[in-house]
């Protein structure tokens, strides 16, 4: 089964706001973990990844944060455009060469 | 740089058809390869997976195979497809672990 999941389905953000979305994840031997986004009818698209090592990892108006001590991912994204409406998946590396992914959180910009 | 091919975008098969889909990486050598399947508005599950040529691993029970005749082809077979094989199929690659990268997807409709 799934062993990451994110706390909330869907959600609603002003244009030009700040959107958080949040990921637990349960298995804490993970040492690695990506976020997608994906349009509709696209196969998913890399947005940042992290490794275990670090708590936050930097891109182009994106910061993911990585907490492990409450196994806890989130995803960041600054001045929210309409273009980021998407579905958005974090995954762990639940090693072996595989990742697991969470059912995905719709975000979507209201203009 | 990388990049990865899958076709067909859509197929519509008729129940007891087979299945046969392709997925091509170029520009790296002895990438892991993935096939998912996602259903409508789900999280993506692993199919299968391979880590070299001829060997494939099944993550779930199912109609369907997985073949990898060359270092960089993957495909995804079935011999009688059943109504619930309907859904998002996705290729993907990785090296040593990292790095994930999605295909463009197949919609499969099984009638």
């Known amino acids: 089964g799934e062993s990451v999941g994110l706390h909330l389905p869907t959600l609603s953000v002003q244009e030009g706001d700040n959107s958080i979305i949040n990921c637990a994840y349960s298995?804490?031997?993970?040492?690695?973990f990506i976020w997608y986004k994906q349009e509709s009818g696209k196969g998913p698209q890399f947005i940042i990844d992290?490794?275990?090592?670090?708590d936050k990892r930097q891109g182009q108006r994106v910061t993911v944060l990585l907490n492990k001590t409450v196994k806890h991912l989130s995803l960041q994204i600054a001045a929210t455009q309409p273009g980021d409406s998407a579905v958005y998946f974090c995954a762990e590396n639940m090693g072996d060469y595989k990742l697991s992914f969470g059912a995905g959180t719709t975000v979507t910009v209201r203009a | 740089s990388q990049t990865i091919h899958q076709w067909p975008a859509t197929l519509v098969q008729p129940v007891g058809s087979p299945l046969s889909l392709e997925c091509t990486v170029e520009g790296t050598s002895n990438p892991n390869l993935y096939w998912y399947r996602q259903a409508a508005g789900r999280g993506l599950q692993l199919l299968f997976y391979s880590v070299g040529i001829g060997q494939i691993s099944s993550e779930v029970p199912q109609n369907l195979s997985a073949s990898r005749p060359q270092d960089r082809q993957f495909i995804l077979s079935s011999k009688k497809l059943l109504l619930s094989d309907s859904g998002f199929y996705l290729c993907?690659?990785?090296?040593?672990?990292?790095?994930?990268?999605f295909g463009s997807g197949t919609r499969l409709t099984v009638v």
């Open positions: 992290i490794r275990s090592n670090m």
């Open positions: 993907a690659w990785s090296v040593q672990n990292y790095g994930y990268t």
């Open positions: 298995n804490s031997a993970s040492d690695y």
